[in-house]
């Protein structure tokens, strides 16, 4: 329920109390403050209320964006606000603040103002909409409103919220080749009541028909396949851009979206992989490899994000140059389109699917996505040397939770603990170390499926316990967490890869799947302010180097048929534990919304 108070004197003829009612609101009126507070204090402290001066003249969409926007505790634009349950207890406070009788009509004159102002100094997180070429605004005489009205009507609020559906940096590909008309895509759903888990639940669908396409590996499944998946990715686009132009924004929705966008490009790979075997050519160890990068990228991604989240300061001379290449316009596009973001990828894998083989496929997609790891993952590695930053402890914390510790590790982290200093280079040192002595070892051996490759994997839990003794505060620790899944997922590549029989790797993507899909299930928790998973499912799942060991016990005690049984009961086990955990948490989760972004009004 929502309720909004009109406080101030009435104007005739306006269609302010319709525009409330069409989103949604119960009118209430208020002859002064005083009635005001009191009708403020009779609406239920979990419901939204809104103050509005009936004096407010302005564009629908502007009303819309300040009083029905989830994702803020409370909004304004001048003449109207609202409150959340979040920030109630601030409005009642900002509320009986207000002085009553002679010599307050400057702070009662328009209520709004002096509540938004109030509710600014609290510290509510108060979001000021920027408006652009919207207008909002009191008109306190005739005159002013007949400007106002004037105004209003030279600008088309219909096309501002089109054109801010579009998020303001975007891929090359999504910019000019899907955002020109999915955005009209998106009011279509929007006004047939759609919403954008609806829509993402169709794209998934049809990047799921896609790969079953695939997977019949006839050139007509292949044309098929290529065209299914631009369309799953049109509908990928027109979710966000639903939620933004119809201001559906949840928590859930975000994790929805980001989640079977992976599902989504791991099933295709897949289904590549089957096809291509159906023609007689084994491409899972390329397809494992795709996924793996993919997913390391987007690790790097996330634990640079996270470690400067709330940095205090930034002074690297790589970030100041970035900043000078914006300014060039043609460099901005290179740039976007170097780091193959999921537009350009998923055309390309679209048309080359279309047009040529899965080998040739992966062989692209590996080396792309190669080259944009290094790109990117450089340039990181530079600011980050470069730039004087007080790491937080949220950060420390955010990069241990994505580090995926488990039992093992921890107590090797307790017994070394004090030992090293915060800041410096062990941490990325001992967890390269970690990665890069098991890796060498399984990828060199001549027989790694061996009990000398469980010792090694016991030392590489030693090295990993020793990166995460101490706050992962330095300049280069959130480098910790993608060395440790580099570790984890090639290792599993690998030892599959050697096995050497029908259905090993296969079992090993369905077991990288499941890992990955609890890695990235923390990143959003994380994102969405929830905090990572509980440690009773980090010790469950047996944290990254736990995995290690199980696997690399299971290779040394296994014949290699009986190696690619128990990866398999291992890959649905682990599933069911992730997904069981995670679909429970985002169903009850009562975390806030998520910020999108998106083009100033």
């Known amino acids: 329920m929502s309720t909004a108070i009109l406080t101030g004197p009435p104007v005739a003829g306006s269609p302010l109390e319709a525009d409330l009612r069409a989103l949604g609101f119960d009118v209430r009126t208020a002859d002064d403050a005083t009635a005001a507070a009191e009708l403020i204090n009779a609406v239920p402290a979990q419901e939204r209320v809104a103050v509005v001066d009936p004096r407010f003249v302005g564009h629908l969409h502007a009303l819309r964006l300040a009083l029905t926007d989830p994702r803020f505790p409370a909004a304004a634009v001048p003449g109207a606000l609202t409150a959340q349950p979040a920030a109630r207890a601030a409005l009642t406070r900002a509320v009986g603040r207000i002085p009553v009788g002679a010599g307050t009509a400057h702070l009662t004159d328009v209520l709004t103002d002096t509540l938004t102002e109030s509710l600014d100094r609290d510290g509510t997180g108060l979001h000021r909409v920027e408006l652009g070429s919207l207008v909002a605004t009191v008109a306190l005489t005739p005159a002013q409103r007949e400007d106002a009205r004037e105004a209003v009507a030279a600008v088309d609020d219909e096309a501002v ?29 929007a006004r047939r009541g759609l919403t954008p888990n609806q829509v993402t639940t169709a794209s998934l669908l049809t990047a799921l028909i896609a790969a079953g396409c695939a997977a019949t590996g006839t050139r007509g499944g292949f044309i098929a396949a290529g065209f299914l998946l631009l369309f799953s990715f049109v509908l990928d686009c027109t979710d966000g851009q639903l939620a933004r132009y119809s201001l559906q924004y949840s928590t859930m929705g975000a994790w929805l979206d980001a989640t079977f966008d992976r599902a989504k490009e791991y099933a295709y790979y897949a289904g590549l992989a089957l096809g291509a075997a159906r023609g007689g050519d084994d491409v899972w160890a390329l397809a494992l490899g795709a ?16 470690a400067n989240h709330d940095a205090t300061a930034n002074t690297s001379p790589t970030a100041a140059l970035s900043g000078k290449l914006d300014s060039v316009g043609w460099t901005v596009w290179v740039r976007r389109m170097i780091v193959l973001p999921i537009g350009e990828r998923w055309a390309m894998i679209a048309v080359l699917t279309a047009l040529t083989t899965p080998r040739i496929v992966f062989y692209a997609l590996l080396i792309g996505c190669a ?5 990117t993952t450089a340039g990181r590695v530079l600011r980050s040397l470069t730039r004087r930053a007080r790491r ?6 955010a990069l241990a939770d994505l580090a995926d510790s488990g039992p093992l590790a921890e107590l090797i982290a307790r017994s070394a603990r004090g030992r090293g200093r915060t800041g410096s280079f062990l941490a990325p040192v001992m967890a390269f170390l970690s990665a890069a002595v098991l890796l060498v070892w399984v990828i060199f051996e001549n027989d790694p499926a061996s009990w000398l490759t469980v010792g090694v994997a016991a030392g590489s839990a030693l090295l990993a316990g020793a990166a995460v003794a101490r706050p992962l505060k330095g300049a280069l620790d959130w480098l910790v967490p993608p060395f440790f899944r580099a570790g984890e997922y090639v290792t599993i590549l690998v030892l599959a890869a050697r096995a050497d029989v029908p259905g090993a790797l296969p079992a090993a993507y369905g077991l990288v799947a499941a890992v990955a899909y609890h890695h990235y299930d923390t990143v959003y928790r994380i994102r969405g302010g929830t905090g990572a998973p509980p440690r ?12 290690i060991l199980v696997i690399t016990v299971l290779a040394a005690a296994l014949s290699p048929s009986g190696f690619t049984i128990a990866l398999t009961a291992l890959a649905v086990a682990l599933a069911l534990l992730v997904l069981i955990e995670s679909i429970r948490f985002w169903v009850s989760s009562q975390a806030p919304a998520v910020h999108d972004e998106g083009e100033p009004a």
């Open 161 to 189: 919220r089109l054109r801010t559906a579009v998020k303001s940096r975007d891929g090359f590909f999504t910019t000019y080749c899907i955002s020109p008309y999915s955005r009209y895509l998106a009011r279509w759903c």
């Open 291 to 306: 996924m793996v990068l993919m997913t390391c990228r987007h690790v790097v991604d996330f634990s640079f994000n996270e």
């Open 371 to 375: 080259l944009a790891a290094c790109y």
């Open 392 to 397: 937080t402890d949220r950060a420390a914390q």
């Open 536 to 547: 009773w499912l980090v010790r469950a799942t047996g944290g990254h180097e736990g995995r």
